[in-house]
């Protein structure tokens, strides 16, 4: 059975120290070891995180002699902004439904 990519995503992105390591690769590459730097725990502890975010497509490491550079893919992010859109959606309705209902009790409070 394939994996389902939504459900890896959703998984990389649920630890802090992976969304931290996601946004440091929006401003470009890095190696593992640049990429642990800021973080208090082994390099064990960083490989098995890029090995997550790998796994779900959302970053790619290539080798460059000993150097392997981690790099972001935003594309695989594509599918999880096109899930959670559905959701945005759903709740700015309901928020102009209650904004529209707010309106309408002031309207009728300032004729009373």
Same mark, same amino acid.
């Given at each position: 059975?394939?994996?389902?990519?939504?459900?890896?995503?959703?998984?990389?992105?649920?630890d802090?120290?992976? *969304? @931290?390591? &996601?946004?440091?690769? !929006?401003?470009?590459?890095?190696?593992?070891?640049?990429?642990? /730097? =800021?973080?208090?725990?082994?390099?064990?502890?960083?490989?098995?995180h890029?090995?997550?975010?790998? *796994? @779900?497509? &959302?970053?790619s490491? !290539?080798?460059?002699?000993?150097?392997?550079?981690?790099?972001? /893919? =935003?594309?695989?992010?594509?599918?999880?902004?096109?899930?959670?859109?559905?959701?945005?959606?759903?709740?700015?309705?309901?928020?102009?439904?209650?904004?529209?209902?707010?309106q309408?009790?002031q309207?009728?409070?300032?004729?009373?």
């Open positions: 059975m394939p994996p389902d990519t939504l459900s890896l995503t959703f998984a990389a992105l649920a802090p120290t992976r *969304r @931290a390591i &996601l946004t440091r690769l !929006s401003s470009g590459e890095a190696s593992a070891t640049e990429l642990a /730097e =800021p973080f208090h725990i082994s390099a064990p502890a960083i490989t098995k890029l090995k997550v975010l790998e *796994r @779900a497509g &959302l970053i490491r !290539s080798k460059q002699a000993q150097f392997r550079p981690c790099k972001l /893919e =935003p594309q695989a992010l594509q599918q999880a902004s096109v899930f959670l859109e559905q959701y945005r959606q759903c709740w700015e309705q309901s928020l102009d439904r209650l904004d529209a209902y707010l309408e009790l309207a009728k409070g300032s004729a009373a």
